[in-house]
């Protein structure tokens, strides 16, 4: 990424959720607030790679959504008295910022994700209206078809109005803050699946590390915030090792460890500590300790596997889903021969659960070779690459079908 465009998705990251929450605001329409700062991000794409960077970017955005939402209001024939009002005041020339509080996203991010919407349509509507991707951007990064997308976010926003959704944070903080947490979560992990080593627009990852480091800090009394923001923040620290120059998925005991961002892990441990001081442990915190504990070594063979394997045992307490208890097995597989065996008849038990799950079948495949049973872990090995749409992925597992490394989790 070229430094205009690194700049580009920056300001474009900052500036689209407060812009959206403040001319929502001001003119009382949360479909033409997002509509009118998609325009100005489209326009920036354009406008910005073809005549350089603006002297003030933020303005520029500013002024760009502000005529927006002045024009599709003229177009839709409401508020025309209030909006001729505006454009007889409005000086192109000398933009007043309209979202200068930070905390101005928290609201925005909260509506995006109220339990009013489809769990599936939080997510982009939570990347087109606060983190400023475009339709078109999602759609890519997602291998959704780009149509659908755009249907399903007009009729979240459709939903949002006719709900009468707010964009306030909600007095609920407890019950809906995971919600949002969730979305942020899912969020780095679709970007991280989605991501074959190519060339994106913007660096999906980052944005949402981004996001979960907005939530945090515009809440700093949440522990489970800050333990967010440290687990993404560590994973993608590692991200730069994850893939190869062609695309391919590099196992977390194979990466180049000289290549992670030893300052992200700084940054990370700070989130960490933050979010321990305030008593409150919770299953990010516990993630976050984990990746922290494969940030620290310096090499897999001197992996502290004991302490990994006790944090997943408190993990699973908070939650004992069935793919933390995937990991768990994992983790325990690493303590030898004995403990191998153990992981593998727990990997068993969550066949009701995750027999449509590729990596379940990928590490029943690597347990079974461990255990001698090759017929069997060739055959749990082609279920897993049946399952797989990610090409990246598929390679990987054609080549574990050949190399047989024990999966990681990476």
């Not at 033409?32 to 350089?52: F, K, L, N, P």
């Not at 933009?95 to 939080?122: I, Q, Y």
């Not at 078809?145 to 007009?154: D, G, H, K, P």
């Not at 923040?233 to 590099?250: E, M, W, Y």
């Amino acid at each position: 990424m070229s430094p205009s465009d690194a700049l580009l998705a920056t300001t474009i990251r900052e500036e689209s959720g407060r812009l959206v929450t403040a001319l929502y605001r001001r003119f009382g329409d949360f479909d033409v607030a997002e509509e009118a700062v998609q325009g100005a991000v489209a326009e920036a794409v354009t406008s910005w790679r073809r005549d350089g960077t603006p002297r003030n970017p933020a303005a520029w955005l500013t002024t760009a959504a502000q005529r927006n939402a002045l024009d599709l209001l003229r177009s839709r024939g409401r508020q025309a008295r209030v909006t001729d009002r505006l454009a007889a005041t409005y000086d192109e020339e000398a933009p007043t910022a309209v979202g200068e509080d930070p905390d101005d996203r928290l609201p925005l991010l909260f509506a995006c994700c109220h339990p009013a919407l489809a769990p599936e349509v939080r997510l982009a509507l939570t990347l087109r209206a606060v983190i400023g991707l475009t339709t078109p951007q999602i759609a890519r990064a997602f291998l959704v078809n780009e149509q659908t997308l755009a249907q399903r976010i007009v009729r979240a926003k459709r939903k949002i109005v006719a709900t009468g959704i707010d964009l306030k944070v909600p007095d609920d903080l407890d019950e809906r803050l995971p919600d949002v947490l969730a979305v942020v979560y899912l969020a780095y992990n679709e970007a991280f699946v989605a991501s074959t080593g190519s060339t994106h627009d913007r660096d999906l990852g980052a944005d949402a590390v981004w996001l979960a480091e907005v939530v945090a800090r515009s809440l700093p009394d949440r522990a489970e915030a800050w333990g967010l923001a440290a687990l993404l923040t560590i994973q993608h620290g590692r991200a730069a090792s994850r893939f190869t120059p062609n695309g391919d998925l590099v196992l977390l005991r194979d990466q180049d460890r000289s290549r992670w961002d030893a300052a992200a892990f700084k940054r990370a441990t700070e989130h960490l500590e933050r979010a321990a001081s305030l008593h409150a442990p919770g299953p990010y915190q516990l993630q976050a300790a984990i990746a922290m504990c494969h940030a620290e070594a310096p090499s897999w063979a001197e992996t502290d596997w004991l302490q990994i394997v006790a944090l997943y045992g408190f993990l699973i307490r908070e939650d004992p889903s069935p793919v933390v208890r995937l990991n768990g097995a994992i983790a325990l597989a690493q303590l030898g021969e004995r403990q191998a065996a153990t992981a593998l008849a727990d990997v068993e038990t969550l066949a009701p659960q995750l027999a449509g799950y590729h990596l379940w079948h990928a590490t029943r495949a690597e347990l079974l070779r461990l255990a001698g049973r090759d017929a069997e872990a060739a055959d749990a090995d082609r279920q897993a690459l049946e399952l797989t749409t990610n090409d990246a992925e598929r390679r990987l597992i054609q080549t574990r079908l050949r190399k047989h490394p024990l999966t990681d989790g990476s």
